[in-house]
């Protein structure tokens, strides 16, 4: 109930804005037609009154001397056909000005309209023309006059005013009334206004029927089955060109080409301004381009070829008239049945279009005021102008709609392009929403890969997420719920990682990765990606067994290496003491009260040994001096003299282990050298050559020399492992007499 109700309220809101829009675009049609209409109005006026509120010489009468000779007349006047020849002549017009004094400055003449060219004389003395050249070459009907005349052209009493008229046969040919006065005052009362209205507002109005056109043309060459912009840059051109005829009084090219020129423009500019109007109201057919260009082609081309202008402009004015009619009466028809404000606003221009050349035709034809203005070239302007911006708003609001178009287009495409993106990459993809409150959300969205990993059907996974949690595991379904009904606080993605079981399959590891955004009714709608883990995960269990495996391996290498290590190190250090103390037993050289200080001593080396592999803090230097000193009672009375010397200064700490692999090496030596050299003395040697960081050891007696058993026993083995263990080099050399066993081990820093 309250959704519906909102829905009609929103429609009415709907209506009344479009009502109160469609209002306002009328009013401002309403109001551009009243403000068009006191213009056109105005222009009318000025037409029939010409006011005289100043103060100046006003002169309404003149002697006219033409071939009927000399009569006065009253200003303003329009010549009579006989008054000139049909060709052109010259006509003057005389009248008197008395003056008491004469004046101390300038004077002004000002008269509003001399047709179709005129000069001013004053006492005989030539002053000026309507503009610089030869009467016969000038065009001065439309354009307002101020004649400057120096002081020293007049004098006390009568002055005689003179205007030499040139009138021909082509238009309405005469003199308005004559203000002499002050230059200023005639300036600012009489000319300026003029000036304005006859001239420069036509010039204005040229420029921009110029623009149009050239924009219009130019539209149409890229537009070119929208032929009314082609019609309209036409119409434009040729009015412009129609309008120098009025703006201009000194033409560039021969009078006569100029005065058939703007003439017959607007023959064309009519024609072209009504298939404008058809082509905008969609009523334009073949055979009325037909009618209208012709028109506008052989009537430049008749007028052309007459003799005289008159009858020819009537013939063709009409023509155009009771079209300019039909126009207005079939468009007023067509206006009011499409209800559009502009087309409407439109008609109302036709209609002043209409009036004006009825106007503007009867003083063609000298039925109108001399003096007034020409009304159809003002309100045609504002026609263009009017069909102008029309046409150009409708180009506008085209492209606006093509561009949405085509950003809609673009839109789709990119859309069409994601989705196709989406059903082809490795992952799949998914719009979920959930609202607040609820268990399960509700999936907008489900790639093809989201199906294939699920084993679902896009139908009924989209109308229902059931299908979907039926798949988890079960206890993987809180996880996913948890994950769907975080709130979101920022932009940042969710992920997590569950089980499912897709329908006819095998359990499969999933990992999904989301990106929330909350809606403004409180939902939370996730955008997101599921990637099947399987395979790295199985992949992963598979490498940690291995890992573990090799570990074992590994480890239990270790032991093996240890054992034997400590093997090593219990035959050379207390199985050697063990058994050299057994045999020293056995031959009576040990007497028993000896005995536990030798236990002490292998006791001792026991200790040694473990303390080792408890990488305890020991330096070579102190366990050599320690070794010297459970070595030297052994060789003490019956056993071979031994020779103790040690050079270590500046030796660097070795680590634990290595100090014992040397210890091995060397208590090895000494034990061989001891059981079975039958030496009489040993001598050893501990040496470190600071310079070249070599470390030295040596074993050196007299005895019977190399025995080969000795070479093949374990002793020899174990101390080729040791040295090597150590990094360094180990040599059993033959010496006369006896053996020196020789450890050297070089870079001894790099062993720290």
Known sequence: M???????????????????????TWSRCLRSLAVLSILWLGMAFCTLVQASTTTDLFIDRAELVSLTGRRMVELPHVLESQ???????????????????????????????????????????????????????????????????????????????????????????????????SIDELHESAYRLRQWIKIEFLVGFAWISTVFGFLSLAVSLILRKETAYLWFGLACLSHSVSLLNLTVSRPLIHIEVFTWMVFTARLVATPMAVLTMLALFDK????????????????????????????????????????????????????????????????GMALLLVLSGVVDWLRLLGRGHFEGVFLFPYTYSAMLITLGTLLFRNLATSLKRSREDRDQLERRSNERMAYEVTEHIPVGTYTLIHRPGGMRGHFLFVSQRFLDLTGLDRKSVLADPEPFLAILHVDDWRVWHQFISRTPESHE???????????????????????????????????????????????????????RELQKQQIEQSRMIEREQLLRDMHDGFGSQLAGVRMMAEKGRIP????????????????????????????LEDALIDMHHRLERRFTGSGPKLHWKTRLTSLPSLPPRKILQALRLVQEALNNAFKHAHARNVWFLAQYDVQNDVLTLSVRDDGQGLLLPAARGRGLNNMQYRAREIGGEFQLLACQPGVEVLLRVPNVSGLV
């Not at 004389?121 to 016969?136: A, F, K």
């Not at 012709?294 to 070829?305: D, E, H, T």
């Not at 028993?592 to 303390?611: G, K, M, N, S, Y």
Request: include cysteine; proline fraction near 6%.
């Open 284 to 347: 334009l057919r073949r055979w009325m381009i037909v009618v209208l260009v012709g028109f506008a082609v052989l009537g430049p081309l008749i007028v052309g070829l007459s003799g005289t202008y008159r009858p020819v402009l009537v013939a063709f004015f009409l023509p155009v008239l009771l079209a300019s009619v039909v126009l207005l009466v079939l468009s007023i028809g067509w206006a009011l049945q499409s209800r559009n404000p502009i087309k409407i606003m439109t008609i």
């Open 83 to 181: 008054d000139f020849l049909p060709s052109g002549s010259r006509v003057r017009y005389q009248m008197t000005v008395r003056l008491a004094q004469v004046p101390e400055a300038s004077l002004g003449i000002f008269v509003s309209k001399i047709s179709i060219a005129g000069s001013l004389y004053l006492n005989g003395q030539y002053i000026s023309s309507c503009d610089q050249g030869r009467l016969e070459d000038l065009r001065c009907l439309h354009k307002p006059n101020l004649f400057t005349t120096p002081a020293s052209a007049w004098r006390v009493g009568d002055n005689i005013v003179e205007f030499v008229v040139y009138a021909n046969a082509r238009q309405p040919n005469g003199l308005s009334p004559v203000r002499v006065g």
């Open 493 to 547: 993605k969710f992920s997590c990682e569950f089980r499912i079981f897709p329908p006819g399959g095998q359990m499969r590891w999933i990992s999904t990765e989301a990106v929330p955004r909350s809606l403004p009714d409180g939902a939370t709608v996730y955008e997101g990606v599921l990637v099947d883990q399987t395979d790295m995960i199985l992949a992963k269990e598979e490498s940690e067994r291995v890992r």
């Open 592 to 619: 028993p009260e000896q005995f536990p200080q030798f236990l002490r001593e292998i006791t001792a080396d026991l200790h040694l040994v473990v303390d080792t592999l408890g990488q305890l803090n020991i330096t």
């Open 2 to 24: 309250c959704s519906d109700h909102g829905g009609v309220e929103a429609a009415n809101m709907q209506s009344m804005h479009a009502e109160i829009k469609r209002l306002l």
